[in-house]
């Protein structure tokens, strides 16, 4: 079978602060042809009926097609049908239905990955809420990493960057915490918890596995991505799963 467009490529992401065990997984992006971290694109998938579906958790069987588009790009790319013509070429197949609410179904699906994530990091106790908790942790630099709603107030955003800084011994950095694409309200049902303004994660582990889908749900909305360094060790070691799709994509 001849190896699709979109397939698997590697190569080392320089500038991280860990060495890496394996290359960085890549792919091609079906509508500029560039290649990109996988976490920074979406896999999309076609049911057998021909229904094109974004796979946010990259577990669907059979072949997937891989977009790094922005969201108003992908909206305008949908709308000219030349989505679709690419689609056709990554599934070789022209009997294809593509919603047209495609653009919001991928965001949606974005952000629950991601809230779904945050809710698992509480469970096991990775994640700290509550302003009070999370300022005595981030003094006592036991917090990898700060979180903000983004309509959390910039006066509460900077008491508790200035604590984390204290913690990381690094004052004068004007390092600071990082919005999320979420607001409160979101955040709050999400995790079953009032008025949830403000996170923070207590390892480097819990740091990765959340920057993996909050990385691709920024990237999709067009927001600012985190630095290399906060984008450090993420693998995508999730499971077996991946690795058995990405066998059924060659």
Same mark, same amino acid.
């Given at each position: 079978?001849?190896?699709?467009?979109?397939?698997?490529?590697?190569?080392?992401?320089?500038?991280?602060?860990?060495?890496?065990?394996?290359?960085?997984?890549?792919?091609?992006?079906?509508?500029?042809?560039?290649?990109?971290?996988?976490?920074?694109?979406?896999? !999309?998938?076609?049911?057998?009926?021909? %229904?094109?579906?974004?796979?946010?958790?990259?577990?669907?069987?059979?072949?997937?097609?891989?977009?790094?588009?922005?969201?108003?790009?992908?909206?305008?790319?949908?709308?000219?049908?030349?989505?679709?013509?690419?689609?056709?070429?990554?599934?070789?197949?022209?009997?294809?239905?593509?919603?047209?609410?495609?653009?919001?179904?991928?965001?949606?699906?974005?952000?629950?990955?991601?809230?779904?994530?945050?809710? !698992?990091?509480?469970?096991?106790? #990775?994640?700290?809420?509550?302003?009070?908790?999370?300022?005595?942790?981030?003094?006592?630099?036991?917090?990898?990493? !700060? %979180?903000?709603?983004?309509?959390?107030?910039?006066?509460?955003?900077?008491?508790?960057?200035?604590?984390?800084?204290?913690?990381?011994?690094?004052?004068?950095?004007?390092?600071?915490?990082?919005?999320?694409?979420?607001?409160? #309200?979101?955040? #709050?049902?999400?995790?079953?918890?009032?008025?949830?303004?403000?996170?923070?994660?207590?390892?480097?582990?819990?740091?990765?596995?959340?920057?993996?889908? !909050?990385?691709?749900?920024?990237?999709?909305?067009?927001?600012?991505?985190?630095?290399?360094?906060?984008?450090? #060790?993420?693998?995508?070691?999730?499971?077996?799963?991946?690795?058995?799709?990405?066998?059924?994509?060659?």
């Amino acid at each position: 079978m001849r190896t699709p467009p979109n397939e698997r490529l590697t190569s080392d992401i320089a500038g991280t602060p860990k060495a890496r065990k394996a290359s960085e997984p890549e792919r091609r992006c079906i509508l500029s042809g560039e290649t990109a971290p996988r976490e920074t694109l979406v896999r !999309l998938a076609v049911s057998p009926a021909g %229904l094109v579906l974004p796979d946010a958790h990259e577990k669907a069987p059979g072949r997937g097609a891989w977009t790094g588009a922005p969201r108003a790009e992908f909206a305008a790319a949908l709308a000219s049908g030349k989505l679709k013509g690419a689609l056709a070429r990554a599934f070789k197949t022209g009997d294809l239905e593509l919603p047209e609410t495609l653009p919001q179904m991928i965001e949606d699906a974005l952000t629950r990955v991601l809230l779904d994530r945050l809710g !698992l990091e509480m469970r096991v106790g #990775s994640l700290i809420l509550g302003t009070q908790r999370i300022a005595e942790a981030a003094r006592g630099g036991a917090v990898a990493m !700060l %979180l903000h709603a983004n309509d959390a107030s910039e006066d509460g955003r900077k008491k508790l960057d200035q604590a984390w800084r204290v913690g990381r011994d690094a004052e004068g950095s004007g390092e600071r915490g990082l919005e999320l694409p979420l607001d409160r #309200s979101a955040l #709050s049902v999400a995790l079953g918890r009032d008025n949830v303004v403000h996170l923070a994660l207590a390892d480097d582990a819990a740091v990765a596995r959340v920057m993996k889908p !909050l990385t691709r749900l920024m990237h999709y909305l067009g927001h600012d991505l985190p630095t290399a360094e906060r984008r450090a #060790s993420v693998c995508a070691p999730d499971d077996e799963l991946n690795e058995t799709n990405e066998r059924n994509e060659q």
